[in-house]
């Protein structure tokens, strides 16, 4: 008869033995992959472990095999939408490959603050690590630390002896902006995120690589910080030139950085009274969750963070196993999403 502790506590190794009819060391060489068992006694041992629901304990495999099945992931400001979602896509890559993760956020991402988290990953055994870097400062300082286990970015290693992945930002701004030409405007204005931040500067590149291809000189660029205020303020700027007629460059559309502060650029337009986008164009980057529910829904560039979480894995493991070809950068590309922001000209 079962006693009730026994049918409370989870099944352990001696309880696959058991039920399998086979020693406690066939089990472990069973679970461990060992290739000197018989077909039919690992298949009757796995038959046993899913009749009894058995898991294996990983810290004990931990301590057999010196592997932690863990790894680290290091984010800098996770709480804007992008390295949220890239936080998002790599767990669950992670998890899909067999692999916990540990994950340290940073405010900022200087030297000691990076070494900082890479001695508390190692602390607790990882075997690599992923470094979501999307500023250029946190990208520096990460190339002159020695981390203890292979190292992967995300967003910004390219020029740089460290393996990483990113989303092809100058190729979603690039689409974005022939975009807005193709449907009309002489010109597209710019307003761009932080200076620091590689995939502000990509977008910037993209957009002023477009407009002098087209023999367009590009009108400066009005810059924020990710925000919809700071959006909110560079639209004020733009209703102001719109209205007043001011300058060579005509304020008909707006590539926006990202699709928070494109939030702010069209209350801003609104309430000048301004209408989007019969009288001015914009389109954002990003596709947050909301953009399709904008007044009126916005144009935008997705990018593919489940793609951007594998990818990283995967060269990270790589990297682990020590069957990586050298130091690769991995490039993920996005998609134009048109919605009714940027109705062109004619009104098609």
């Known amino acids: 008869m079962t006693r009730p502790t026994e049918a409370l506590r989870p099944p352990t190794m001696a309880d696959v033995a058991r039920e399998a009819g086979v020693s406690h060391q066939t089990v ?8 000197n068992v018989r077909t039919t006694t ?26 932690s099945r863990t790894i680290g992931v290091i984010a800098v400001d996770p709480t804007l939408y992008g390295p949220a979602s890239t936080l998002a896509g790599l767990q669950e890559a992670a998890r899909d490959e067999g692999y916990l993760v540990s994950t340290v956020t940073l405010r900022t991402g200087g030297g000691h603050a990076l070494e900082d988290a890479l001695d508390h990953l190692a602390a607790w055994g990882v075997e690599g690590a992923v470094a979501i870097t999307p500023q250029r400062s946190s990208v520096q300082a990460l190339a002159r630390l020695t981390p203890p286990f292979p190292v992967v970015t995300v967003e910004g290693s390219h020029g740089l002896d460290i393996p990483g992945v990113s989303p092809d930002q100058e190729l979603g701004a690039r ?19 932080p200076e620091d931040w590689l995939e502000s500067a990509a977008r910037t590149e993209g957009w002023r690589a477009v407009l ?37 460059a005509p304020v008909t559309a707006a590539f926006v950085a990202n699709d928070q502060m494109a939030l702010g650029v069209l209350r801003a337009l609104r309430e000048a009274g301004i209408r989007t986008p019969r009288q001015v164009a914009v389109a954002g980057f990003d596709d947050i969750p909301e953009a399709g529910f904008f007044p009126p829904p916005l144009t935008t560039v997705r990018q ?27 490039v993920v590309e996005p998609q134009l999403i048109v919605r009714a922001s940027t109705r062109s000209q004619d009104g098609a």
């Open 42 to 67: 690992r298949d009757q041992v796995t038959a046993a472990i899913e009749r009894l629901g058995y898991r294996r304990n990983s810290a004990a495999r931990a301590l057999v095999t010196r592997r």
């Open 212 to 248: 002098e291809e087209h023999g367009i000189r590009p009108p400066r660029v009005l810059r924020g910080d990710w925000s919809p205020l700071s959006g909110y303020h560079a639209g004020q700027e733009l209703a102001g030139l719109a209205l007043a007629g001011r300058g060579a």
């Open 175 to 193: 689409l974005v902006t022939e975009h807005l030409l193709a449907t009309g405007h002489e010109t597209v204005w710019h307003v761009a995120g």
């Open 28 to 35: 472990s060489r069973v679970l461990s992959g060992h290739p």
């Open 304 to 330: 593919d963070f489940t793609a951007i979480g594998r990818r990283s894995i995967q060269l990270l493991l790589e990297h682990i196993e020590g069957t990586a070809a050298g130091v690769e950068h991995i």
